[in-house]
């Protein structure tokens, strides 16, 4: 007999991850002498984990907003999920088709066209050339990238990359959509319509993961909020709660700063 109960599944599961950079900064020569004096002995770059030990589970459906000051491990976090970099330790799963607006255009081939930079990351994602060909039209028309999509991507201006890029995305169906502070290079009546897509995409039932420094906006899309504070998850929990807390340390450190 078949089991038709639907079980909420795990989507993205992130368990005791650490991400470490290596701080590049200029030595100067003395420092530089003095480590070959030394026999070259030391790491003359300087380490640092810009995630430390952070755990995260994301059910299926689930709209999660991350949240954090500036260099708190937001993108690293998402490039992780994402499989972009991979993690120094811990483990990052993730499960169904993830689509990634992280880095705009990035999967652009810039000699290609607009047209077949479509094919390209379709298939990057996933699709087969059939699927591409039935949904080419709407990715075009949703793009509103009109004649230009005969023209090579280096001439595109960053908000065309966007508008491509994400109607790519979007229609590639993904089960996981992870999306970072992208959407502040559109312009506002693309941007309303990104909006009204992610928010369609969030009553389908997808998986949205969303980094922004737009804490209405989250709030509006989004039901939980994780906070990040250099490179630990400090709170998870309603958005409204974390937006609330987020503010709450913006104005201390602010108080601090003047
Ligand atoms: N490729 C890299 N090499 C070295 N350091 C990096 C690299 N990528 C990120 N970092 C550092 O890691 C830390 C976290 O960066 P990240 O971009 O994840 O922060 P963020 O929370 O997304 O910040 P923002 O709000 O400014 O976008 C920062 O100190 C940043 O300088």
Redesign the pocket.
Known sequence: MTDHTVTMQTAITVQGVR?E????HTRSLKEAVMWILRGRRGDISKK?D??KDVSLHVEEGETVALM????????????LISGVLQPDAGSVRTRGRVAGLIEVGAGFHHDLSGRDNVYLNGAILGMSEQQIDAMFDSIVEFSEIGEFIDTEVKFYSSGMYLRLAFSIAVHTDPEVFLI??ILAVGDEPFQRKCISKIKELAEAGKTLFV?S?DLDLVSTICERGVL?EH?KVIMDGEVHEVVKELRRRSAESAGTEA
């Not at 950079?21 to 590049?24: A, H, I, Q, S, T």
């Not at 954090?68 to 490039?79: D, E, F, M, R």
């Open positions: 991400k950079f290596v701080l590049r640092f810009a995630l954090g000051l500036n260099g708190s491990g937001k993108s690293t976090l998402l490039k970072d502070e980094v420094h990040l490179g």
